[in-house]
């Protein structure tokens, strides 16, 4: 009796049908995808925010002082149509909102302390151009406010000094430098024989994991004096950060990536540190918050 090769199950052959059409597909899908980014990549970089946080690096104090006076930009009329798109973006409002929020914080320990007959001594830690602190410029000028201003872009330290020049502020000061260079925050101060009463951190810690986050924290803590404070600010909801990855980056080159972190994991670590008069302001739209906490 002839034997014949056994016939291949319809329903295996259609899985194998199947599978092939799948893995075409995603290879389809990855195309369009990275098309769409690319075209995304080339639109953002013809408006001014689009073309710093895409080529000059996403964290630059100048985009930050770009969001602030929020005046549409480009290199022509579609380029400023897409500017005043990103402009008016939740995350920019949110991030205007945070501006205020810091300095009505920084208002607040400044007339106290006047109050009690101490100079307020403000570190400001990556600061950028420092809009905030510049924007208090009738409590600097009354000689009881001296800030220092540290960041290591350059472009951020120059525009801060020369805005801080044509507006007059003489005991406002930027530095250039790295954090992480600067060994212990006390070391810094030693140098610079000023120790700072207040120390600020808008849009820093947002950059670092958990690990380097308590560090740092500890740090800022032993730092500052009894009844010193800490303001900064953090992200609670990012809603864009496939966009960011794929088609943002920082000044270092690398992609920009933030962490995101709910009140209750502030308060948990703020207190663990050993601050106390812990103080969170949420923004309406519940992307970023503004905190404040005192060692005791």
């Known amino acids: 009796m002839a034997t014949y090769p056994p016939r291949l199950s319809i329903p295996w052959t259609r899985r194998i049908h199947r599978n092939r059409t799948q893995i075409t597909m995603r290879r389809v899908f990855a195309r369009l995808e990275g098309l769409y980014y690319k075209l995304m990549k080339s639109l953002l970089k013809t408006s001014k925010l689009g073309y710093g946080l ?21 290199s022509h009329i579609v380029g400023r149509i897409v500017d005043r798109a990103l402009l008016n973006l939740p995350s920019a409002q949110a991030t205007r909102a945070r501006k205020e929020q810091i300095r009505k914080f920084l208002w607040n320990e400044i007339h106290n302390n006047r109050l009690l007959g101490k100079k307020t001594r403000v570190l400001d830690l990556a600061a950028g151009t420092s ?3 510049r924007e208090l410029s009738e409590e600097h000028k009354k000689g009881d406010v001296e800030s ?6 350059v472009a951020s330290v120059k525009l801060g000094s020369i805005r801080c020049k044509a507006e007059g502020l003489t005991n406002l000061r930027f530095v250039r430098a790295d954090i992480f260079e600067l060994n212990r925050l006390r070391n810094f101060s030693n140098r610079l024989k000023w120790r700072a009463n207040v120390v600020v951190a808008a849009g820093l810690l947002m950059y670092f994991n958990d690990r380097t986050v308590e560090t740092m924290l500890k740090e800022i803590y032993e730092y500052l ?5 800490l303001i900064f600010s953090s992200l609670e909801r990012l809603e864009i950060r496939k966009l960011m990855r794929k088609t943002m980056s920082v000044s270092a080159g690398g992609a920009w990536v933030l962490y995101d972190r709910t009140p209750e994991y502030w308060r948990d670590v703020l207190f663990t540190a050993g601050f106390r008069e812990i103080v969170i302001m949420r923004d309406r739209w519940q992307l970023q918050n503004v905190c404040s906490a005192r060692k005791p």
């Open 148 to 153: 220092v201003c540290i960041d290591r872009d």
């Open 131 to 133: 809009r905030y602190l």
């Open 54 to 74: 895409v080529v000059s690096g996403a964290e630059s104090g100048t985009n930050f002082e770009h969001i602030y006076d929020a005046k549409p930009q480009g």
């Open 225 to 229: 004096p009894e009844h010193g404070v």
